[in-house]
C-alpha cells in the first residue's frame, strides 16, 4: 500500500496517458480512485488500470477516500471550481496546465491556496525533461556566456493528437489551441530568465 494515496479528477487522455501510468512508477504512490463526470468513462479507467474505486462526484470522492493529493486532469474551465474544493478541505493539489482560463480564476486559486495550508502544483512538465535540464545546466555554469536572445519552439502535427478535432474542449477557451498550448514556451522562458538572473549575480 502507497503512503501518499491520489485521487484522479477527470479521465480523459492526458489522465490515462500521462498522470495515472506516470504515478503508477512512483514509489510510495497509490492510485485509490479516479472522477469523472462520465460515469462509463470512469469505470473504463478504474478498470484499465486496476484501481479500486470510481465516482462521478468530486464531493463524493473527496467525502469517502482517504487522500493526500487530488489530481485534477480536467479542461482548465474547471480547475478553480475544483482546485479551491479540494484545498478547502485540505487536500494537496496537482493541477494540470493551463492553470486556469482567466486570470481572475487564477487569483481565486492562489487566495484559497493561502488560505489552506497545503501546496499546489502546477503540472509544467516541460521543465523536467532531459533536454531543458541539461541547457539549464549549461547556462548555470556560464558556458553560454552573455545571453541576448532566447527562441523557444513548439510544434505539434494536426494528425497527432485529439486536440486538433472540431468539437474538442481546447477551442472554446480564450486563443483555442494556441491558448492551451502557448503555456508550455512561456514557463520554459520564464525559468530561463530566472537561471540565467541567477547566473549574473554570482
Not at 488560505?115 to 548555470?140: D, Q, R, W
Not at 492551451?180 to 530568465?193: A, G, M, R, S, T
Request: glycine share 8%.
Amino acid at each position: 500500500m502507497g503512503d501518499m494515496k491520489v485521487g484522479i479528477v477527470g479521465c480523459g487522455m492526458v489522465a490515462k496517458g500521462i498522470h495515472i501510468p506516470a504515478l503508477l512508477r512512483v514509489k510510495g504512490v497509490e492510485v485509490v480512485a479516479v472522477c469523472d463526470i462520465n460515469g462509463e468513462e470512469a469505470k473504463r479507467t478504474a478498470e484499465m488500470f486496476s484501481i479500486d474505486r470510481y465516482y462521478t462526484d468530486l464531493s463524493d470522492m473527496l467525502k469517502r477516500e482517504d487522500l493526500k493529493v487530488v489530481d485534477i486532469c480536467t479542461p482548465p474551465q474547471m480547475h478553480a471550481q475544483m482546485a479551491i474544493q479540494a484545498m478547502e478541505e485540505g487536500y494537496h493539489v496537482l493541477l494540470e496546465k493551463p492553470m486556469t482560463s482567466s486570470v481572475s480564476e487564477a487569483d481565486e486559486i492562489l487566495r484559497a491556496l493561502k488560505n489552506s495550508g497545503v501546496k499546489l502544483c502546477v503540472t509544467h512538465n516541460y521543465l523536467f525533461m532531459p533536454i531543458g535540464i541539461e541547457a539549464m545546466s549549461i547556462m548555470e555554469r556560464g558556458e553560454l556566456g552573455d545571453i541576448i536572445g532566447m527562441d523557444v519552439k513548439f510544434l505539434d502535427r494536426f494528425d497527432s493528437t485529439p486536440f486538433w478535432e472540431k468539437g474538442h474542449w481546447c477551442h472554446t477557451m480564450p486563443g483555442g489551441r494556441f491558448g492551451e498550448n502557448i503555456i508550455h514556451p512561456l514557463y520554459l522562458i520564464d525559468k530561463f530568465l530566472v537561471v540565467y538572473q541567477d547566473r549574473l549575480k554570482l
